[in-house]
């Protein structure tokens, strides 16, 4: 049974950083694709980013593009999102996500294509 467990959320002003973490365990991390999702209170959840299993290929959602990068450590089975920049509008819960394709060429954006899934972690965004 694969676990994630994201950590990193909080309250933070309008302009400020933080950086998520999602430390996964139970199959082989390093062949598998990761994303990060979030949910705002009465919204659907929306994809944010998604890194491929080495790390070479990357994408990211329009509204994050270049204040967002996600990466990955595949000696400490941890995804990172770091954060920066962030607005208001960023406020939600981000769940981090595990592909269900091994060695999948290009990371997935669809939830759907996501088996495995955290628990979620507040980001708020003051203004």
């Known amino acids: 049974q694969v676990q994630l467990v994201e950590s990193g959320g909080g309250l933070v002003q309008a302009g400020g950083s933080l950086r998520l973490s999602c430390a996964a365990s139970g199959r082989a991390f390093s062949i598998y694709a990761m994303g990060w999702f979030r949910q705002a209170p009465g919204k659907e959840r929306e994809f944010v980013a998604a890194i491929s299993w080495s790390g070479a290929r990357t994408y990211y959602a329009d509204s994050v593009k270049g204040r967002f990068t996600i990466s990955r450590d595949n000696a400490k089975n941890t995804v990172y999102l770091q954060m920066n920049s962030l607005k208001p509008e960023d406020t939600a819960v981000y769940y981090c996500?595990?592909?269900?394709?091994?060695?999948?060429?290009?990371?997935?954006?669809?939830?759907?294509?996501?088996?495995?899934w955290g628990q979620g972690t507040q980001v708020t965004v003051s203004s």
């Open positions: 996500a595990a592909d269900n394709v091994r060695y999948r060429y290009y990371p997935a954006q669809a939830h759907g294509e996501y088996d495995y």
